[in-house]
Structure formats: structure tokens, C-alpha cells
């Protein structure tokens, strides 16, 4: 009888924690292997100004854990104060949404070993980046060169470098636009739209628009898009 007593205790503790969770609450969790101190923020953008949304204090373990719950994916910041003086390279950005999510990293390359699972908005997120480092590495070699000092003075060279410039930049647009039109069912596409290409022919804007999936048109980024194309 004590026995039961106790499972019929435990098991109600159990279902009131679960159902503090709805559909709508993202779990994220993992390790910043080698923190033994530092504080890590939780922060996202709701409007235009960037909010912390929880924080924690590790002190001795690189563990963590944040809840929160969202409306719909967008992206979250995970900043890390290792109490150095110094943001560099102290912040992750990530696709959230609804659902576990596990981020595991190292706290002397916090951002650049990070590696994040659970959010198929973010596999989007990393696939697109991945390409667009590629137009943003020829876009320095592009510039180093028109700061060449051989380069400076010489008119036909920097008429060339111009119109390498113009070109990749083009190459970049094309992409990200394409990117967006062939992801319409993922919350990237209105994302991209509205924070990498924002500047674009309307007429492209539209169309990504125009294929979104409903609930991708509901979303954060959809509705923002919406608007901005109505404004």
C-alpha cells in the first residue's frame, strides 16, 4: 500500500510538470564543454531590440537547460559571459522552435564548434549559410584586392574588380532569393526575405510570399514580410 501510495505520488508530480509544456514550448539543452565559469543568456528579437529572455550561472559544470515558449521558429541567441572582457565570438545563432533542442559546443570556440540538433528550421539556416560563406569569402578576396596598392592606381584593374564585385553580389541575390522560392515550407524562406534580402525587386519579394505554406505565412518571419510588403 505504501508502495502504491508512493508511484501514485510520483506519477502526479510527473503529469503537473508535463503539463506546464504545451505544443508551443521549446526545451533547449546541452553542454559548453570546459566552462567551469561564466553566465549563459537565452536572447531573441522580438521587435527590433534584442531581449534576454532567461539566464544562468555555471559555475563548476558546463551543463544547461533553458524553457521557453514561442508562437512560432525564429531566431534565438545563445550568449555566453565568460566574464573575459571580450564579446568576440561569445554568441550563437539559431533557428528555435517548438520541441527539444540539444546545443553542444566548447567554451574557447563557443560559436564556431557549436552543433545543434532538433530544429529543422536550422538545418535550413545552416545549409543557406553554408553557401553563403562561399559569396562572402570572394567578396573579401575581392576587397583585399581593391586595396591592393598595385590595384589603387590603376583604373582598369579597379574597373575589373568592380565588376567581379557586382557580379558575385548578383550571384549572392540569386541565391538567396532561389533559396527562398525552393524552401516555401520552411520558415527560412520569409526569414531570408525579410533580413538577407530585404532590398530586392518587389516583384521577388511577392513571390516568395505568394508560395508560402499557410503556417509559414503565420509565422514570425511571414507575418513580417506581409507587412512589409504592404507598407
Not at 9 to 34: D, H, R, Y
Not at 110 to 125: Q, R, V
Amino acid at each position: 500500500m505504501k508502495n502504491l501510495f508512493l508511484y501514485l505520488l510520483v506519477f502526479t508530480f510527473m503529469v503537473a510538470c508535463s503539463e506546464k509544456e504545451t505544443k508551443n514550448t521549446m526545451t533547449i539543452s546541452g553542454q559548453v564543454k570546459g566552462l567551469k565559469k561564466g553566465k549563459l543568456y537565452l536572447q531573441h528579437i522580438p521587435d527590433s531590440v534584442l531581449k534576454v529572455i532567461d539566464s544562468l550561472e555555471i559555475d563548476g559544470d558546463g551543463h544547461f537547460e533553458f524553457k521557453t515558449e514561442i508562437e512560432s521558429p525564429e531566431i534565438f541567441y545563445l550568449y555566453l559571459d565568460k566574464k573575459d572582457f571580450n564579446e568576440v565570438n561569445d554568441r550563437i545563432t539559431f533557428f528555435g522552435e517548438p520541441g527539444v533542442i540539444t546545443l553542444n559546443t566548447v567554451w574557447n570556440a563557443f560559436d564556431t564548434k557549436a552543433k545543434i540538433d532538433g530544429s529543422e528550421s536550422n538545418k535550413k539556416l545552416e545549409e543557406y549559410r553554408k553557401v553563403m560563406s562561399r559569396f562572402n569569402k570572394t567578396n573579401l578576396e575581392i576587397l583585399q584586392a581593391a586595396y591592393d596598392p598595385e590595384n589603387v592606381n590603376d583604373s582598369l584593374k579597379m574597373d575589373s574588380i568592380q565588376r567581379a564585385s557586382d557580379k558575385n553580389m548578383k550571384r549572392g541575390y540569386v541565391f538567396a532569393l532561389n533559396f527562398a522560392l525552393n524552401n516555401s515550407n520552411s520558415h527560412i524562406a520569409p526569414y531570408i526575405a525579410v533580413k538577407e534580402v530585404k532590398d530586392a525587386n518587389r516583384v521577388y519579394l511577392d513571390s516568395i510570399m505568394n508560395t508560402l505554406s499557410p503556417e509559414v505565412a503565420n509565422g514570425k518571419y511571414g507575418k513580417e514580410l506581409q507587412t512589409f510588403l504592404e507598407n
